[in-house]
């Protein structure tokens, strides 16, 4: 069995950006789908407490009202209050998988990912060859396109390191969510798919992280590079702000070149 979770907030236009929500309707057999604002606490206690409403107000929650009712297979929470942290979220969608089943494929796809049915398919068959129960990935990761038209991304310990995605689950609950970890989790194995990141993509997300994040100069630093012409690639800081202190080291932007 496999079994897809998604903590979701304001995440419409991902929800309708490439049909993700059909794709994840039609290559999970559950997908579980936790709505709703997270304050800053547990894992994620360093970022900030904004005033926002605590449920969605851009659609999401209606659209995932009306999906539920079409696919008995999506099974959708938002308790109109906010989280005390996404460590919370996180641990009631394994409450929800564990009225589903006792051991699954678990997948965690944040509502900006993006994967290929052939990539799950054959993420989940190098697990289990592997001995480990725990798996993570490379991503192509997204900013926008610059002034001469080149598709932007982040590169290096910032851009494209490994996250972890995918469990071999027997009904374990999550110690933190940032970096997500489970309870008798093993070595990490890097498996060799890749999925797509839209997580600085859409303006709207740059304007939340901004605040959210406190990262002061990011919508700002962001505008600019949609006009950007100069050479590549170029360290982190130019969209992420010199002083932000989230910044790590060997990180850059580059474009993005795939492989044929």
Known sequence: MRIAFTIIYDGLHHLQHNDFAQFMVENFDHW??????????????????????????????????????????????????????????????IMIAKLLTNECYLWQVDCDEQWSAESLKQAEIELSNSGSNVGAFQFNHYICQDGLGRQLVGKGTWGDNF???????????????????????KQIIHLSQRYEHYSYYFEKDILFKTAYYGYRSLHKNWSKLRSYTGTLPQPATLL?????????KHSFIDQLTLKP
Not at 48 to 59: C, E
Not at 66 to 79: I, R, T
């Open 240 to 248: 992420l702000g010199k002083e932000n202190r989230h910044v790590p």
């Open 32 to 93: 579980i789908v936790i709505e709703g604002l997270s304050r800053a606490g547990g894992s994620t206690a360093w970022c900030k407490n904004i005033g926002l409403p605590v449920r969605s107000k851009d659609g999401t929650h209606e659209f995932m009202v009306d999906l539920c009712e079409k696919h008995s297979s999506v099974h959708y929470y938002s308790p109109g209050i906010a989280w005390t942290s996404k460590d919370k979220q996180v641990n009631e969608a």
């Open 163 to 185: 996250n972890t995605r995918l469990w071999l689950w027997k009904g374990e609950k999550f110690l933190t969510h940032e970096p997500p970890v489970i309870e008798g989790q």
